[in-house]
């Protein structure tokens, strides 16, 4: 069974500081990882993904994301951050060994403050 | 081109009524997944449909069902709802099935089981 650990409810950062939002996984093959974004009352919008290749990923909005094999993390990072940066952010993780199309299986999401 | 669109927005049920969600996928799309979004949790994956069959679900009982059209637009039926079923309920299109790809989600329908 594939899972993903958010070990922090919340992340507050001041504006202009760098942002790590952490998360881990684990799958029982090679992992589909991807970062969404909520805002209040709205649907996911798709931040990156990581497939294969290069373990730093670069998204939207200045976004970047490295995948650790060793460590199964998959820790979303951006150098500056700016206020509209505040949201709900989703882990998810993909199988890629096994079958089962667009089955993402999500974190419980971290709330992340961006303070003037 | 129109992103993922859903109906009703919001809704409001008693327990052991019945109620359908709809959902159009984006254009182009012909794989569409819905998802359940509890307060405070993460989105928990339902089913999936491609080419208008089931094609993979979730932890979810057979009062669960849904259907695809032709047109690749998709429907969620709940059956003898629940207090837990009060949700909201996400619907996610794509161009296929490898799973690679992101998701394009629409903005939800909440339901609230009374």
């Known amino acids: 069974a594939q899972s993903v650990a958010q070990p922090e409810d919340q992340v507050n950062v001041a504006e202009g500081n760098p942002l790590t939002v952490k998360c881990t996984y684990s799958?029982?093959?090679?992992?589909?990882l991807f970062w969404y974004v909520q805002y209040p009352n709205r649907g996911l919008q798709f931040l990156l993904k990581?497939?294969?290749?290069?373990?730093l990923v670069k998204g939207s909005y200045g976004f970047e994301a490295e995948f650790n094999k060793s460590q199964t993390s998959f820790h979303l990072k951006k150098p500056s951050a700016v206020v509209s940066d505040s949201a709900l952010y989703f882990c998810?993780?993909?199988?890629?060994?096994?079958?089962?199309?667009?089955?993402?299986?999500f974190g419980t999401g971290t709330q992340l403050k961006v303070e003037l | 081109e129109t992103g993922v669109t859903q109906s009703p927005t919001h809704l409001i049920k008693t327990r052991g009524q019945q109620v359908t969600l709809r959902c159009s996928s984006q254009?182009?799309?012909?794989?569409v997944s819905w998802y359940q979004q509890a307060l405070g949790q993460g989105p928990q994956f339902i089913f999936q449909?491609?080419?208008?069959?089931?094609?993979g679900r979730g932890n979810f009982p057979p009062r669960f069902s849904g259907l695809q059209f032709p047109n690749y637009s998709s429907e969620l039926n709940v059956n003898a709802l629940e207090l837990d079923d009060s949700a909201l309920y996400l619907c996610?299109?794509?161009?296929?099935?490898?799973?690679?790809?992101?998701?394009?989600f629409g903005e939800g329908s909440r339901l609230t089981v009374l």
């Open positions: 990581y497939i294969t290749g290069d373990n």
């Open positions: 254009s182009g799309h012909n794989t």
């Open positions: 998810a993780v993909r199988d890629g060994l096994t079958g089962g199309g667009n089955k993402l299986t």
């Open positions: 799958v029982s093959g090679n992992p589909y």
């Open positions: 996610a299109s794509s161009p296929g099935t490898s799973g690679t790809g992101e998701l394009f």
């Open positions: 449909y491609y080419r208008e069959e089931e094609n």
